[in-house]
């Protein structure tokens, strides 16, 4: 089978690393384009954290004695997180200089199994290349996995790289 489109989804994990290695490979030998997705969990693209050089109080004083807060000279400088700009910064990051093929980032928010599904769809991908931590037991029945629900709903092949070889 030739895959044309690869997306390979990444948490930014030491098992994601793995996932992508395979995914450059693939890429390279089937020429495809390569989509890198990462899924942001519970946060607005952007929060507003603090303002910086806010008044540290207590060297002035007033007429009966009392401190009085002091200000800064220059104006206070809003500070902002922006989730989905870091997350990119962080795929494209990850592509080497000697990758030659086309390749683009991208970044949804949501449910991480639900958004590859979504993104797979949306990019009619023909292969998903993604990591297993191999979770067993109890961490597996309370946190469930996401690859297996990739496997169960993506409308394409699916390949899950484990982050260590047996």
């Known amino acids: 089978m030739v895959y044309k489109h690869i997306l390979v989804c990444t948490d930014f994990s030491p098992a994601a690393h793995r996932a992508l290695e395979y995914a450059f490979e693939e890429a390279r030998l089937h ?19 603090y303002v910086r050089d806010a008044p540290q109080g207590g060297i002035g ?13 220059h104006p ?20 080497p200089a000697s990758y030659t093929g086309a390749w683009e980032a991208q970044v949804t928010t949501g449910d991480p199994a639900d958004g590859i599904v979504r993104m797979a769809e949306e990019l009619a991908v023909d292969l998903i290349v993604m990591a297993t931590h191999g979770r067993t037991g109890l961490p597996h029945l309370l946190l469930g996995s996401v690859a297996e629900k990739v496997v169960r709903h993506a409308p394409c092949p699916v390949l899950t790289v484990r982050q260590h070889e047996r």
């Open 31 to 49: 020429q495809a384009r390569l989509t890198l997705l990462h899924v942001v969990q519970h946060h607005p693209a952007t929060e507003v954290y």
């Open 61 to 73: 004083y007033g007429e009966f004695g009392e401190k009085l807060p002091t200000f800064p000279t």
């Open 76 to 95: 206070p400088v809003t500070v902002r997180h922006d989730y989905y700009e870091e997350a990119l910064v962080q795929l494209r990051d990850l592509v």
